[in-house]
């Protein structure tokens, strides 16, 4: 339960002051930068692709965390990989391939994550739980940032997390959307070990003495 890792979301950020947000997110306890990439089609809007991948992985001094909300995410997963991504989460709901595609990631070292939408179950995924290095579980239905976490989503976590464990495997889980201080110490005793965060973190007063804050919960987890 320890170790957790925070990865804020850049969707959030100041676009106008990209360079400096990513400095502050650079000089912060964050473990990864969290990019979410939308094409208008798997979800109603459309955030930025792979050219600000690329130049955003110039200035990130901490691992990319690609989450593709993309229809066909098979045919640019070379290129997200190309830009600098650590690892990869593309939805179950967006192909046929998914084990496949996981494969795929694993052979070209990155982390291989498969995201599934809040209507998606968690048995959805365990036919191919082995596999996966990382499943992404989105606590709002995605396209957006800043909307209010799903409160069923600890179920789901608290479940996945015991079918891990049931299997002896070493499953990361992501919780993406609507986290904040207020829902992160559930999220962590119901089994999470990498927590997106946007709105929380860059719409705070003081994005890195939050980011500390979300940190900090490690050391409360000890206990547990
Ligand atoms: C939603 C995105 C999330 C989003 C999280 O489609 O996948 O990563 O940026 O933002 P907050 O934390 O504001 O809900
Ligand atoms: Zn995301």
Known sequence: MSNFRLAPSILAADFGRLNEEIQMV??????????????????PNISFGQ?????MNKSCTKPLDVHLMIVEPEKYVDSFIDCGAKSISFHIEATNHAHKLIHHLKEKGVIAGVAINPQTTAESLYDILEDLDMVCLMSVNPGFGGQKFIYRTLEKTRKLRAEANARNLDL???IDGGVGLHNAESLLKAG????VAGSSVFKSEDPIATIAKFKALEINNFDL
């Open 172 to 174: 990361l889980i992501e």
């Open 192 to 195: 999470a070990d990498v927590l």
């Open 26 to 43: 650079n000089s912060s306890k964050a473990d990864w930068l969290h990019v979410d990439v939308m094409d208008g089609v798997f979800v």
């Open 51 to 55: 050219m600000l991948v690329s130049t």
